[in-house]
């Protein structure tokens, strides 16, 4: 039976990416994009579109029947810094979207979900070095309250209704296609684009400020090797940990220089910086490497390579 795929927050930094890549594996026809707005013109033209508000379960529910779609990649969100402004919205949003997808699956409607977590989920106690996959998380953000509650529910979920979730902790993403919106580890895409067009940056966290990251290709590859994995070897129900690199903005304003030797950062914290404060600078991702074989393929120059070649372009 042909399995047809809902991604909602298809026109976001990741959706986009994931929308194109599933689009390139299985067909255009049978993966459906769709977002509380219209996406990139790209995006628009390679396949089905449905404007949809993820909130709506009556809506989300006809997009579902109509296309009968099968799996769902739940990717719309509200990011850390924005969360902190509009605080409601940003629980309303991460929360309900949530419920209404899981819900899906309970009643049997959809098989699958992927839904995606964050190292938000730690918190200012957690440890910060290696952060393990079970450790304390006691996250001091709007967001990442969001995000720990979320990972309670799919567990919930999965062990109460048998509901087929799976879920990654994603660092910051590292991409050249679509800008991030509204997070802390946003400076780390920032950089790239001021540093083609302007050749310099001011960078809203401080010059040491270490946090985990991941390039785009790895975050997609993550996503769906998780995904296609057989569900025995999916041990947490809740979210693994992933990783990749880590680095501080004056590392990564190093690895441009090597390309761009006039480049130059200075530096503004601004609010954002408590929150970066609050999150691991490193994590260990041992579980997932156990569970599923994961393992990351990028590091700080082979990223900052491909940030700069396709920016260029
Ligand atoms: C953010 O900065 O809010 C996100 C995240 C780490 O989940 N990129």
């Known amino acids: 039976m042909q399995k047809n795929i809902l991604i909602i927050g298809a026109c976001g930094q990741i959706g986009t990416e994931l929308t194109f ?4 594996k299985h067909g255009s026809d049978i993966i459906i994009a769709s977002d509380i707005r219209e996406g ?7 396949g089905p579109f449905e404007l949809l508000d993820a909130t709506d379960y009556d809506a989300l529910e006809e997009v579902v029947a109509y296309y009968e779609i099968d799996e769902v990649y739940l990717m719309a969100a509200m990011l850390s810094a924005t969360a ?25 409607k959809i098989s699958k979900i992927f839904w995606p977590s964050s190292i938000a989920v730690f918190g200012p106690n957690t440890p910060r070095d290696n952060t393990p996959q079970n450790t304390i998380m ?19 979920y ?24 509204g997070g802390t580890t946003d400076y780390a895409v920032e950089i790239y684009h001021k540093a083609l067009s302007d050749k310099t940056y001011t960078s809203f966290l401080r010059t040491d400020t270490t946090l985990p990251m ?10 769906l090797e998780l995904m296609e994995s057989d569900p025995d070897k999916i041990k947490v129900r809740s979210a693994y940990n992933i990783a990749a690199m880590s680095f501080t903005p004056s590392e990564v304003a190093e690895s441009i220089t090597v390309q761009i030797p006039e480049f130059e ?40 390579n491909e940030m700069l070649q396709n920016l260029r372009k």
């Open 138 to 156: 006691e996250p001091s953000t709007v967001y990442g309250i969001s995000k720990q509650s979320g990972e309670r529910w799919c567990e919930y």
């Open 40 to 46: 990139n013109e790209n995006l628009m033209d390679s």
């Open 214 to 223: 991941m390039f785009m290709d790895d975050a997609i590859r993550a996503t």
């Open 21 to 24: 890549t599933l689009r390139e």
């Open 84 to 108: 902190e402004k509009f605080p409601m919205r940003a629980w309303n949003l991460n929360m309900n979207s949530l419920f209404n997808v899981l819900n899906l699956a309970k009643e049997k």
């Open 265 to 304: 950062i200075t530096y503004e914290p601004d609010s954002r910086q408590a929150i970066a404060d609050s999150w691991p600078s490193s994590i260990d991702d041992s579980e997932a490497r156990k569970d599923w074989g994961w393992r990351s393929e990028f590091d700080l120059e082979r990223t900052t």
């Open 158 to 181: 999965h062990n109460k209704f048998g509901v087929d979730v799976r879920s990654i902790r994603y660092p910051g993403l590292i991409s050249w296609k679509t800008m991030p919106g």
